[in-house]
Structures are given as C-alpha cells and as structure tokens.
C-alpha cells in the first residue's frame, strides 16, 4: 500500500446535515462574532457531529466535508461528537434522505452485510436485527447466500421472497441506531471506534 493509500482511508468524511450561516442558536455572543456551524453525519461510521465551519464557508445541504484529520480539513474549524437529540429539526429530517442516499451509493458495502452477517447469540442473529427480518426470511437469506453471494439489492430482491427494499431496510436499521441509546446491539454506527 503507498503512502497516499493509507492516508486516503485515515481521512474521515461527513455529509452536511444542517448549515447554519449565523451559527448556533444557544451562542450567546452578538452575531456578528458567531461562526457558521451545522451538523454532520460520518459517511463510514454514522457517527453525528456539530462542526464550526470557516467564516467564508458556504455550505448546503448534502455537501462533504472533511472531518479528520485536521490537516485536511478545508471549511471545518472543529466538530465534536453529539447525539441525535443534539441535532436541529432541520438535521434530525434531513437524515433519513442521507442515510438512504449513503446506502445506495455504497451498495456493495451493504449487500455485503447480507452476504457476511453472523450469529450474534444462540438464538439472535445480525440479520434479525433488521427491521421486518424474522425468522423465515433471515432462513431464506442464509439460504440462498449459501448458493452464491449476492451481488445487488436488486438481486437479493429477486433471489429472497418476501425480502422487498433491502436498501431502506438497512437505511431504517441504521436510524434507529442512530435515535435509540439504548440498544443493546450496533451493527452500523460507532463500528469504527470499536475496530
């Protein structure tokens, strides 16, 4: 691997969720001296983020920005990790539509997930965590991978009956990763701390 390899998977992307030109609503300071901020969301690992962007940034929705590492950051001044509840109502709405849109846009990524899913427990499996996946289609799923791996979303569609839109399950899987702390399993977000 080069050295440009290994930079390149260091480098941690985020899509604009919210962009804010006159900055955060609970900054108290005059708004001539307020940053543009926003919210973003991890492109790999899902994690959210509140970033202050450089004063002559002009961001829209849907943009990437570079998070990490600070050397390549562009429009970014700092981030820091938040929680869902953390975000606006504009982020908290516009996050469906990128989660979906990431999905799609890295489908290999995610066919793979049905491809490579395991057992978690004796009796719980990675695919009965998806919203809609009970016991009869993760069977059928692990059957037919069995006979060859999948390739598409549209493949899995076809090849698994009962098994519609396997994209915007995953989609709705990570979401509620995303809304809900409590869950006991995470199989999308926060991976990367966990590697």
């Not at 940053?35 to 970033?51: I, N, R, T």
């Amino acid at each position: 691997m080069s050295e440009v390899d290994s930079d390149e998977t260091d480098v941690r992307r985020a899509v604009v969720l919210d962009y804010l030109a006159h900055g955060l609503s609970d900054d108290r300071r005059p708004q001539y001296e307020r940053s543009p901020a926003g919210y973003a969301l991890d492109v790999e690992d899902f994690e959210l983020y509140q970033v202050a962007f450089d004063d002559d940034a002009r961001l829209t929705i849907g943009t990437e920005i570079v998070i990490e590492p600070e050397a390549e950051q562009e429009v970014v001044v700092e981030c820091r990790q938040v929680e869902y509840e953390d975000l606006t109502s504009g982020a908290q709405s516009e996050l469906e539509y990128v989660v979906q849109d990431l999905v799609e846009e890295d489908e290999e990524r995610f066919v793979d997930f049905y491809n490579d899913a395991q057992p978690i427990t004796l009796r719980l499996h990675q695919l009965n965590l998806l919203p809609g996946i009970g016991k009869k289609l993760r069977n059928g799923i692990l059957e037919e991978r069995k006979r060859k791996p999948f390739e598409s979303f549209e493949e899995l569609s076809e090849r698994v009956s009962g098994l519609h839109d396997p994209d915007e399950i995953l989609a709705e899987r990570i979401l509620e990763e995303l809304r809900d702390d409590d869950l006991k399993y995470r199989t999308f977000v926060g991976r990367r701390d966990e590697q």
